[in-house]
């Protein structure tokens, strides 16, 4: 009697398991044979793996491919990487055989369209308080060098002998900051720094973070 309510309960629990999977739809079409995994309002979403002509392993969201997952076509080609509302969108790699050999296509998609490869900016700004606006652009590829100026109202401000730097010789002249002699990338610098308000009222604290990721003649402006 206890294996049989013991029997009772498992098939009991199983077909309440298995039960969303079979009524859980797919609404890609060429994956909708076979679904397994999450599934709301009958529809895949969440983690799951979907077959049909293609198969698909991924996130899903209201019954379509979204977020990031891996697609395996019919014919050998594989898409790893972004989707939305089951088409390729956002950061991806396609690989596929043309004439015996692979060809990748990796980078930016849009409704399934290559755009092209992601464009990497060459520096970032890691933090900046109080700080108006600022340029950042690579003058030269001649010489690894990084000029700073900072101008509060539109006059040149001195910029402060406490900058910190990853790397390269710290010189000021004339009121700017010129790091010389750098030898290793990202260039990171740190600067804190005071400002006098534009109206000769009491000064503010400023800070600048950023990094330089390739080689070259930087010019770094900040404005307040």
Not at 58 to 80: L, R
Not at 112 to 140: C, D, F, H, M, W
Not at 154 to 181: C, D, H, K, Q, Y
């Amino acid at each position: 009697m206890k294996s049989s309510t013991i029997t009772v309960i498992l098939l009991l629990f199983f077909s309440t398991f298995l039960y969303p999977q079979q009524s859980c739809k797919v609404l890609l079409k060429d994956i909708t044979e076979e679904y397994l995994g999450e599934c709301k309002k009958n529809l895949a979403h969440g983690k799951g793996t979907a077959k049909g002509l293609h198969t698909y392993k991924g996130e899903f969201k209201n019954g379509y491919p979204h977020g990031h997952g891996v697609m395996i076509y019919q014919d050998g080609s594989t898409y790893t990487g972004q989707w939305k509302k089951g088409e390729r969108n956002g950061e991806g790699t396609l690989v596929s055989i043309v004439q015996g050999k692979d060809s990748i296509a990796d980078g930016i998609w849009k409704n399934n369209e290559y755009l092209g490869k992601k464009v990497v900016n060459p520096y970032e700004v890691i933090r900046k308080t109080s700080v108006q606006r600022y340029i950042i652009r690579k003058a030269s590829d001649d010489v690894n060098k990084v000029t700073i100026t900072i101008k509060n109202g539109g006059n040149s401000f001195p910029v402060p002998r406490n900058i910190l730097s990853s790397s390269g010789t710290l010189n000021i002249l004339m009121g700017r900051a010129v790091f010389e002699n750098i030898t290793t990338y990202p260039f990171e610098c740190e600067m804190r720094y005071s400002v006098p308000t534009k109206f000769g009222g009491s000064n503010y604290d400023a800070e600048f973070n950023f990094k330089i990721l390739e080689k070259g003649n930087w010019i770094v402006e900040i404005y307040h």
